[in-house]
């Protein structure tokens, strides 16, 4: 997955109370493992798309593989970002061996910056570009002097982690370069788990996606268990070659009148790559625009993933030095992101380019869910200043890095595994993969759907799901903060996004309990004050008498209770009139 989202639509729905009741949790229940038993619990990843997290323990090693972060849901309003909810490793931070990251997406590695701190920095094994993209997010939150890491050169490396646990690597086809999938050996069994995943039989590297080397870590004494990414498993047929790609977004920039703008994932270095070549064979200038886009380029050149020719590219500041026909600008917020550039060149924001109606803007991407209505706004807006606009509906200029029905039926006929474990996506889709599965004859006994916080137990009696659970809690990232957002702050925000916010003042004079000037009254986001002057007077009214009624005995004046009194029959009044529930806030003021 390409995990990138712009601002979140909030929508009328407040948090399920089952998730409520799952997740605030009261002193963690520590489980302890039994000897001689591979232990595989997921912390994420088994009912979201993203922060994709696994441990996986035997006697006292563990192994684990990604850490990744989670963009949030629609309700839940100012959070940046969640990270699994690692307690289950807290005590355990000197049996973890190793942490192996199977490719560069945020929702793989994002999560590391916080987690790895709390674990006392166990080494982390990935390769090349990973790595790079990894300590590049370190150096940001100024952590990467501290980063233990092993790099993977070749997918035929192998090495030992613990007294249990043996890796070997096998190179992956996905939407970012330098994808591995892991084969974790242990004595009870062989783990197989190819992180994100894709077919290509027409590769532009030449290398056709072939996982039928991986049916011999089957065997009678050790059985496999395949964790496969089951993201695709609704959608039928298999991907689309990148060749195709290619081939589709060449022929669009050959007959291009004039400029030409292609909005991509930054991180598909592999297609910027192909695009420059293109550009550079048809003697066109290639601009690159975009933080991310330029950064990663930079990484990827540096690493010499990405070789062009200099001459090729030039300065975004540079193209008015050039015809049009001669320019082709990669750029990035094909998700309609709010500050890419994408955006403001649509908007007229953007220093270099306003578009012209002989521009021709190609998306070449997919819609990440929870984008549309934001990329359907982008193209509106594109298309109503007369560009030629192209994207996937009218052509295939993008091919995602996922598998499809067909490219699962395909994986578990080559890999052969005796068990599977679909991951990486929400419930109803590993639910969907598991059917895939079994409509092409595997037994339905051996397919296992694991939540998180779930343990799936391999020992010499086979593999079966726990009845224990260890617990698992939405971790947000809030800024600068981490895990210090409760619900309570969150259920805040709900209110407020929702409803508004009501304030009420009133003052009290203190030796004779009166309210001394009418209740003064704020709202926000509520209900538009003048036009309902009438719902206001009765609300004065209203905190009048239940204040002049608490303090009318003069006794002391229990504050507290008094605005408590205030929130919920004020509270209850508002919703009565307007069915809505602003956050209610009394102010008393005593003089
Ligand atoms: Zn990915």
Known sequence: ?????????????????????????????????????????????????????TIFEYNDDIVILDMGLQFPEEDMPGIDYIIPDVRYLEGKEKNIRGVILSHGHLDHIGAVPHILPKLGWPPVYASRLTLFLLRRRLEESNLAQYLVSHEINSADEEFTLGDYFKVALFEVTHSIMDALGIILQTPQGNIIHPGDWRYDTTPVNGKPTDFSHLARWNTQEKPSILMMESLGSTKEGSQLSESEVYKNIKKIIEAAPA????ATFSSMVERVSQIISIAEGLGKKVALDGYSMKMNIEIAKKIGYLKFNPNVMIDIKNIHDYPPNKIVAVVTGAQGEDRAVLMRIANGDHRQIRVEKSDTIIFSSSVIPGNERTIQRLKDNLYRQGANVIHKEIMDVHSG??????????????????????VYANHYLLCEGSKVAESDGFPKENIFILDNGSIGILNQNGFHISQEKTQIQYVFVDGLGIGDIGNVVLRDRQVLAQDGMFVIVTTVDSRTGRVRTSPDIISRGFVYLRENTELLGEVRKRVRAIVERKTANRGPINWIYLKDEIKEKIGSFLFQKTERRPMILPVVIEV
């Open 401 to 422: 890095g996922h598998a499809l029905i067909e490219d699962i039926k395909l994986l578990i006929r080559q890999v052969k595994p005796k068990y599977l474990l679909p």
């Open 1 to 53: 997955m390409v995990p990138t989202r712009t601002h979140r639509t909030i929508r009328k729905r407040s948090l399920k109370p089952e998730r409520e009741k799952g997740r605030i949790s009261v002193g963690f229940k520590k489980i302890e493992p039994k000897n001689d038993e591979l232990r595989i619990i997921p912390l994420g990843g088994q009912e979201e798309v993203g922060r994709n997290m």
């Open 259 to 262: 400029r030409i703008i292609i």
